[in-house]
């Protein structure tokens, strides 16, 4: 049988489906553009175009890849994430449309404050899709952004490297806040940490669970190690009237409230939902004074 673009997105999508892959015609039509090279819209311009033996043998590795769980973005390299594209690989981990709401919120917190230049600070930088997606935003403010992880960094750097209109990122390698020397430098400090709680691990999609880097993960015990540590030294680190903006877990909500209310230097609080309705964002105010 002589397979085309047509039948062969209709023949994988089946097999998808029999093996219980989410979505599974846009995956085949994603992973075969891929393959191919080409948008997916050409998909259908070229639906009768007959696929080479190359090719077949190809997408074929491409198949059994995301039939076994691996991430498509993994297999593509690649995530639309905000208004960019984000080149991501194992160790790093897949940036999520959740983490839009962080983005945003960050955005306008930077919009009301006049300062010229402000100083922005990401703990956990990943693939670099949240610090990139500011530094578009505003290339005339100073970024620095952390991680434990080299591939991430690594990671982060080529994605700050692929853009044009950017401005300063200093990348740094350590936990958290101990590369920084202590001092109120920072404007805003941004993070969307680890906060899944290691009893939860197990039973996440084994996308997730077998693919993605348990140090993006795992948050310690009841979830909240990372975010404490965060929450608890951000306030060394703010200007007076600077913010920490945060992502949590759906559920945090009330743990994370309680846990910034203990700290004397913030002194406004307020918690965010994404566009699901989700509590998504903790934002902490230091005081001015
Ligand atoms: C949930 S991921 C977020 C990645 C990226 N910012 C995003 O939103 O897509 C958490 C990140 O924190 C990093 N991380 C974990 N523990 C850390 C630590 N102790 N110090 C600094 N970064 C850490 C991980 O390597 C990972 O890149």
Not at 2 to 17: C, K, P, Q
Not at 171 to 197: C, K
Request: glycine fraction near 8%.
């Amino acid at each position: 049988m002589d397979w085309t673009v047509f039948t062969l997105i209709s023949w994988t999508e089946a097999y998808f489906a029999r093996h219980r892959i989410d979505s599974p015609r846009l995956t085949a039509e994603i992973l075969l553009g891929f393959c191919l090279g080409i948008r997916r819209l050409d998909l259908y311009l070229q639906h009768d175009r007959p696929l080479e033996k190359q090719e077949l043998a190809r997408f074929k590795t491409l198949i059994q890849r995301r039939k076994n769980h691996e991430p498509v973005a993994y297999i593509t390299g690649e995530k639309g994430f905000f208004e960019s594209s984000f080149q991501v690989g194992p160790g790093v981990l897949i940036p999520r449309p959740d983490t839009e709401t962080l983005v945003t919120t960050t955005l306008s917190v930077l919009d009301e404050n006049p300062r010229n230049p402000q100083k922005i600070l990401e703990l956990g930088v990943g693939s670099g899709a949240i610090v990139i997606s500011l530094a578009m935003a505003h290339p005339g403010h100073l970024f620095f952004a952390g991680d434990i992880s080299l591939s991430a960094l690594e990671t982060a750097r080529k994605n700050a490297a692929r853009e044009k209109e950017i401005g300063t990122i200093h990348f740094f390698n350590g936990s958290w806040f101990s590369p920084l020397a202590p001092g109120p430098f920072f404007d805003v400090i941004v993070s969307n940490p680890p906060y899944i709680p290691s009893s939860d691990i197990f039973g996440l999609a084994p996308e997730i669970r077998d693919h993605e880097p348990i140090t993006a993960l795992d948050g310690g015990d009841d979830g909240l190690e990372c975010i404490r540590e965060i929450v608890t030294c951000a306030g060394d680190y703010l200007v007076p009237g600077g913010q920490l903006i945060l992502e949590m877990g759906f559920d945090q909500k009330t743990a994370v409230s309680a846990l910034a209310k203990t700290c004397p230097q913030f002194d406004q609080i307020h918690v965010i939902q994404d566009l699901a309705g989700q509590n998504r964002v903790a934002q902490c105010k230091k005081k001015i004074d």
